[in-house]
Structure formats: structure tokens, C-alpha cells
């Protein structure tokens, strides 16, 4: 009799022990999903979040980059007056090797080259260089530039009074043009401590091809001062 108690006790004991592991497991998964769910739903906001910022900031892509490039002097700066031209003079003693590169994005159809691979100049001399554009399509197609000049810190010091850069350029199938870039140094990069150690800048163009909700990329080191 004793026996038979014990093994009643021990099995209503187990039941419970069981029933107890079952509330508490459900309870944990439950948790957990409404955790998994929350988790979920907040990396869905990020990602709407960055889609909605991104799109954005592309549409206003060009305007910045005009606007980064003429407020920091990345990459030059354009349209300096006929006055500051007229008025510099040369320095004779510091040549400046100016080397010219071209780019195209990988969904532009264009063939685009500089007409130059390098040119020598003296600071405060202006100087004109030549790219070519080619549209070897049976279509018109638009593209839009940007530039860059390297070393940054000399971008300062470039000058284009003439540019292609920023604005949309239509060829129409088969189509070639040339596209001059009129430009000097500014003779205040001889006197900077920075560029004494700089005998060579290149000039580099990007062509983008200009479509509808297409719009171009801002550069990382535009990024990282917005």
C-alpha cells in the first residue's frame, strides 16, 4: 500500500514537473517570436528608411556636387571672371604636369578619351585640353559629367574657366564631339607649403548616361561631410 502511494505521489509529482516545463517552454518561444517579429519589422523600417534617404539624395546628387566642389574646392573650382586671368602672372621656375583621364559609367554607351594624355604648364598660365565623345549607338543618348582632380588639396588651386561638368550633353547616333576644357593654376599654389612636393595633377571626367529616375551617385567624400 505504501508502494502504490508512493508511485501515485511520484507520477502526479512528474505530471506537474512536466506540465510546468511546457508552460514556460511556450512561454520562452512565445517570447521569442514576438522578439524575432520586432526585430523584423525594425529592420524593415532601416532598410525603407535608407531606400527613401538614398533616392533623395540622388535626385539632388548633381546640384551638391556642383555646390560641394565650388564651396571646398574639391576637384577645381569653374567660371572664374576674365579679370583674374588678365591680372596673374606665370611662374616660370614651377612646371606643373597636368595628366588628363576619362571614365565612363558601366551603363553609359559613349566612347570618351582625352585628345591629350598629359601637357606640361607653369602656374599662372592658362592652358586649353580637348576630350572626345563618341556615340557609337543608333540612338540619341545624354550624358552628364563629373569631374576630379588629384591630389585633392591642389584642386584649390585648379581653375576651369571653361568646362564641360554638370551639364547634359545630348549625341545624337553616331555623333562626335569635342569637348575643350579651359583652365590654369593658380599662382598662390607655389606659395603653399602643402604643394611643394607636387609636380603632376591629373584631371579626371566621369560621363554618366542621363535617363529618366537615373541620377548621379554622390561621392564618398561628399558623404562624409553632408
Same mark, same amino acid.
Given at each position: 500500500?505504501?508502494?502504490?502511494?508512493?508511485?501515485?505521489?511520484?507520477?502526479?509529482?512528474?505530471?506537474?514537473?512536466?506540465?510546468?516545463?511546457?508552460?514556460?517552454?511556450?512561454?520562452?518561444?512565445?517570447?521569442?517570436?514576438?522578439?524575432?517579429?520586432?526585430?523584423?519589422?525594425?529592420?524593415?523600417?532601416?532598410?525603407?528608411?535608407?531606400?527613401?534617404?538614398?533616392?533623395?539624395?540622388?535626385?539632388?546628387?548633381?546640384?551638391?556636387?556642383?555646390?560641394?566642389?565650388?564651396?571646398?574646392?574639391?576637384?577645381?573650382?569653374?567660371?572664374?571672371?576674365?579679370?583674374?586671368?588678365?591680372?596673374?602672372?606665370?611662374?616660370?621656375?614651377?612646371?606643373?604636369?597636368?595628366? +588628363?583621364?576619362?571614365?565612363?559609367?558601366?551603363?553609359?554607351?559613349?566612347? +570618351?578619351?582625352?585628345?591629350?594624355? /598629359?601637357?606640361?604648364?607653369?602656374?599662372?598660365?592658362?592652358?586649353?585640353?580637348?576630350?572626345?565623345?563618341?556615340?557609337?549607338?543608333?540612338?540619341?543618348?545624354?550624358?552628364?559629367?563629373?569631374?576630379?582632380?588629384?591630389?585633392?588639396?591642389?584642386?584649390?588651386?585648379?581653375?576651369?574657366?571653361?568646362?564641360?561638368?554638370? /551639364? /547634359?550633353?545630348?549625341?545624337?547616333?553616331? /555623333?562626335?564631339?569635342?569637348?575643350?576644357? +579651359?583652365?590654369?593654376?593658380?599662382?598662390?599654389?607655389?606659395?603653399?607649403?602643402?604643394?611643394?612636393?607636387?609636380?603632376?595633377?591629373?584631371?579626371?571626367?566621369?560621363? +554618366?548616361?542621363?535617363?529618366?529616375?537615373?541620377?548621379?551617385?554622390?561621392?564618398?567624400?561628399?558623404?562624409?561631410?553632408?
Amino acid at each position: 500500500m505504501y508502494f502504490k502511494t508512493c508511485q501515485y505521489l511520484a507520477k502526479g509529482y512528474t505530471r506537474h514537473i512536466s506540465t510546468s516545463v511546457r508552460k514556460t517552454l511556450f512561454k520562452e518561444c512565445r517570447n521569442e517570436n514576438v522578439l524575432h517579429k520586432k526585430r523584423l519589422w525594425s529592420t524593415v523600417n532601416y532598410v525603407v528608411a535608407a531606400g527613401v534617404l538614398t533616392v533623395g539624395l540622388s535626385y539632388a546628387a548633381v546640384p551638391l556636387y556642383r555646390i560641394f566642389c565650388q564651396s571646398y574646392s574639391y576637384g577645381g573650382t569653374v567660371g572664374h571672371g576674365s579679370d583674374t586671368v588678365e591680372t596673374m602672372k606665370p611662374v616660370k621656375d614651377r612646371i606643373i604636369k597636368i595628366k +588628363f583621364n576619362a571614365d565612363v559609367a558601366a551603363a553609359m554607351r559613349w566612347n +570618351f578619351k582625352p585628345q591629350q594624355l /598629359e601637357i606640361k604648364v607653369m602656374a599662372g598660365e592658362t592652358a586649353l585640353a580637348f576630350y572626345t565623345a563618341y556615340n557609337p549607338t543608333d540612338e540619341p543618348v545624354i550624358g552628364v559629367s563629373t569631374y576630379n582632380v588629384v591630389p585633392f588639396d591642389a584642386g584649390q588651386y585648379f581653375n576651369k574657366i571653361q568646362c564641360f561638368c554638370f /551639364e /547634359e550633353q545630348q549625341l545624337n547616333p553616331h /555623333e562626335q564631339v569635342d569637348m575643350p576644357v +579651359f583652365f590654369y593654376i593658380d599662382p598662390e599654389f607655389v606659395d603653399d607649403p602643402k604643394m611643394e612636393g607636387v609636380d603632376e595633377i591629373t584631371l579626371s571626367y566621369t560621363f +554618366f548616361e542621363a535617363k529618366d529616375g537615373l541620377k548621379l551617385p554622390i561621392p564618398s567624400f561628399i558623404k562624409s561631410h553632408l
